[in-house]
């Protein structure tokens, strides 16, 4: 049964590829970076064997298992999404049990480019331990290794699958948000042992945290061999069950909540229809919008980011990590100036798929014509209305946090001119590179191919971003105080210098080749 | 810009497509169709599933770019001058989403201003479609939780705001309970009494009979027979036709024994 899962995702990720040109390509392109990332984090984690060195795999092998356990955790819900080949609500008519669904499911996930690549690297993990303890110890770090991995993908399919059944229910979207801030709130204290340990070469503290992260779901799978190796075998079955033990609760958890996913999609009724008496086009715009085309447009992209779930789940994201993000680095008194940048740049990226998250509803701006500056800058307008006042929020928090409110002005421009940037570079891209998304329930699902495709963006992006921004920077090193003033106008008139220039040729780009967006966004029928 | 141009009626034909082709990956979807839709009429377009009708409309109707052919609308080259014909004609697209995040009244509005109205028009007219098509001018319910019968009236209110003068539907129909169809037929039976033009693809028999005044039958993505009604049906039934020129197979009975 498992296996027909596993053949039905291979069954549909070549149908998909067959006659796509740019997707095999993009595919190949998954499969080298994957094979990279695992070649390189192998030699990583071989490193303490060939060193032979105890002390150093103690604390790299649970702080760096740990570490990729916290990215399966994380980059799916952030940048990835997850790859859902098979859409779990496609069998819900099918008379299959739970059990049945599930395991295929999970196996099916485990055969993605992401799963192959952690196995990959954390098999170095299994070198270091040979070297250090044997065969024997080899043997037992293998086991914990695959179970790594299961652990891994689990952890992600529930999360995420976690996620978009509370961010359905109108109820649940605050929970989501706090539920987001305990995620980003676990990845701090790890962010700052790594930093503390490495700025004040005290390995000691380090060997301490990579100690308690051993007995953790996060660092016990990738410990056990070392455990044998080190003569305390009597640890080893302890840390099996915990990871099991944390497998099978968090399949239990994602198989509940796929349930309730699965049901949702054959009907769900939102909220009690209520009357309202306004007039229609008051209900649609809001007060401050010009009665027009333009207004129209930003009030309907204003509405889509908070009632559409994959939009919302986008929105809610970056808020959470842009806040967080520069305030743990704050606190940790280094750095923040530097995520400043990314996360100005990350918020651009929100847009980078923006015409296919409503998919085919395209069709009706194509049908009416509208011309494509007005569009582009429609919706840059529309997400900016929640965006800009975020980016002050994460200036003035920043501001405080570091202890020196002055910065904040310059901070905030700083913000504002790589956002101005990124959407200078993501409003092109995002009409030349848009793809569908699956009509899936699940707001972090990706179809193959479609994750990798946003993580290149992102990194191209931010990289961009940060370089085109680089005259900024120099001019905030070099003025010293002055910037602190001048700052805010000068990098404003910079960003939106650039955001013109974007929107400007992403609208002749619309202009050009509206028909062919519309093809690219609308799901294969 | 809220009524544009008028040509009158004896211009030429109310859209007129000429050899339009699309090619997916290996498949012909439509392979040189050539239509003349003349104004003030009713017309059909009738195929089974997979004929070519939804390809040939969008290309129509500017969202899908033919790889050869011209579509005229109103006399407008809708590939050469699209701001101008889209202007001028209400689409309902099939297989399309709507906005389907905004409520009835919002989605009206959104399409109103979008087709450069004046707010009060807008509001006035949303809500008298709202009223007529049974949506409820007060429904604070998502367009996504409609049924598909609402979700097709909600499409065809929005074709309707902008008062076209050519309306070009996919589908109008499906889906669509007895009730609300005989609804939909009363009210473009009255656009085509006041001057106004629709075509509508469809396979469902009895209407196309019941309301068009022309019909073209497509299978294959070609056209096989065009013309008005009676010149197309002769003496014998819309549906012997149809199923003759698309050429149909028929159960003999050695089949589907275990049924």
């Known amino acids: 049964m498992v296996v027909t899962f596993v053949r039905l995702r291979f069954r549909i990720l070549a149908n998909g590829l067959r006659g796509q040109g740019s997707r095999v390509a993009l595919f190949v392109l998954g499969a080298v970076i994957g094979v990279g990332l695992g070649v390189g984090g192998w030699f990583v984690f071989a490193v303490p064997g060939l060193a032979d060195s105890e002390r150093a795999a103690g604390i790299l092998l649970p702080l760096g298992g740990g570490a990729l356990v916290l990215g399966w955790l994380f980059l799916p819900l952030v940048f990835f999404g997850v790859d859902e080949t098979l859409d779990p609500a496609r069998f819900a008519l099918l008379p299959l049990r739970r059990r049945t669904l599930i395991s295929g499911l999970f196996a099916a996930s485990l055969t993605g480019i992401p799963a192959i690549a952690t196995l990959v690297a954390t098999l170095g993990m299994v070198e270091t331990t040979r070297r250090l303890g044997g065969l024997g110890a080899s043997t037992v770090a293998f086991v914990g290794v695959v179970l790594g991995v299961l652990l891994c993908s689990a952890l992600s399919r529930a999360v995420t699958s976690a996620f978009s059944t509370s961010l359905r229910s109108r109820r649940g979207r605050d929970l989501a948000t706090i539920a987001f801030a305990l995620v980003a709130a676990l990845l701090g204290p790890l962010q700052l042992a790594a930093l503390a340990g490495a700025e004040h070469a005290d390995w000691d503290r380090v060997a301490d945290v990579a100690a308690v992260v051993a007995w953790t779901p996060f660092g016990a799978p990738y410990t056990v061999g070392l455990d044998v190796a080190e003569g305390r075998a009597w640890a080893v079955p302890i840390k099996l069950l915990l990871v099991v033990a944390a497998i099978a609760g968090l399949l239990w958890w994602w198989s509940s909540t796929l349930e309730r996913a699965m049901v949702g999609a054959a009907g769900s009724s939102r909220r009690l229809p209520t009357l309202d008496t306004g007039l229609p086009v008051a209900r649609l715009l809001f007060r401050w919008l010009p009665r027009n085309r333009f207004g129209a447009l930003v009030a309907r992209d204003v509405r889509y980011w908070w009632r559409e779930t994959r939009r919302r789940a986008t929105l809610i994201t970056f808020s959470v990590v842009g806040i967080f993000l520069p305030v743990m680095l704050a606190l940790s008194g280094t750095g923040a100036s530097a995520t400043l940048l990314f996360v100005g740049a990350v918020a651009a990226i929100n847009l980078a798929n923006q015409f296919g998250f409503e998919g085919s509803a395209y069709a009706a701006n194509v049908a009416a014509g509208v011309p494509g500056r007005v569009e582009v800058r429609s919706r840059a307008a529309g997400f900016s209305v929640y965006v800009i006042p975020l980016l002050l929020v994460i200036a003035v928090v920043v501001g405080f946090v570091s202890g020196s409110p002055a910065s904040i002005p310059s901070s905030f421009g700083t913000l504002i001119a790589t956002y101005g940037v990124g959407l200078g570079i993501i409003l092109p891209t995002s009409v030349r590179a848009a793809y569908a998304l699956p009509d899936s329930t699940n707001p972090f699902a990706m179809s193959s191919g479609g994750g990798l495709a946003k993580g290149l963006l992102t990194f191209a992006a931010i990289l961009g971003a940060i370089i085109a921004t680089l005259p900024v920077q120099l001019a905030a090193y070099l003025l010293g105080d002055v910037w602190l003033w001048a700052g805010l106008p000068v990098a404003v008139a910079y960003g939106t210098a650039a955001y013109l220039l974007g929107s400007r040729l992403a609208g002749d780009l619309v202009d050009r080749r509206m028909p062919e967006l519309l093809a690219a966004v609308s799901p294969h029928r | ?259």
């Not at chain 2, 003030?40 to 377009?45: D, I, K």
């Not at chain 2, 008298?128 to 319910?141: F, I, K, P, Q, S």
């Not at chain 2, 929005?158 to 009363?186: K, N, T, Y």
């Not at chain 2, 027979?225 to 050429?247: H, M, N, P």
């Open chain 2, 1 to 259: 810009m809220t009524v544009p141009v008028q040509r009158s009626a004896d211009d030429g034909p109310a859209m007129s497509l000429q050899g339009l082709v699309k090619q997916f990956d290996t498949k012909l979807a439509v392979a040189g169709v050539d239509l003349d839709v003349p104004a003030s009429s009713f017309y059909g377009l009738l195929g089974p599933n997979g004929a070519g009708k939804t390809t040939t409309l969008s290309m129509a109707v500017g969202l899908l770019r033919p790889d050869a052919g011209r579509a005229l609308l109103l006399g407008y080259d809708v590939w050469a001058d699209p701001a101008t014909a889209k202007g001028l004609i209400g689409v309902l697209p099939d297989g399309v989403r709507l906005f389907d995040r905004l409520t009835g009244a919002e989605l009206l509005a959104y399409h109103g201003l979008l087709r450069g109205m004046d707010a009060a028009v807008v509001d006035q007219r949303a809500q008298e479609l709202l009223d007529v098509l049974e949506l409820g001018a007060g429904n604070r319910t998502l367009i996504v939780d409609y049924s598909a019968g609402m979700k097709k009236k909600i499409g065809l209110a929005c074709a309707l705001l902008h008062g076209p003068r050519l309306l070009i539907l996919d589908e109008p129909f499906e889906a669509v309970d007895p009730v609300s169809a005989a609804l939909i037929r009363d009210i473009l039976q009255r656009y085509v009494a006041g001057g106004g033009t629709v075509v509508f693809s469809s396979h469902v028999m009895e209407v196309v009979e019941r309301l068009c005044s022309h019909v073209a039958i497509m299978s294959a993505g070609a056209i096989r027979v065009q013309g008005t009604i009676s010149a197309v049906r002769g003496k014998r039934s819309l549906e012997d036709v149809f199923v003759e020129v698309v050429g149909g197979r028929t159960v003999t009975g050695s089949e589907l024994a275990w049924l």
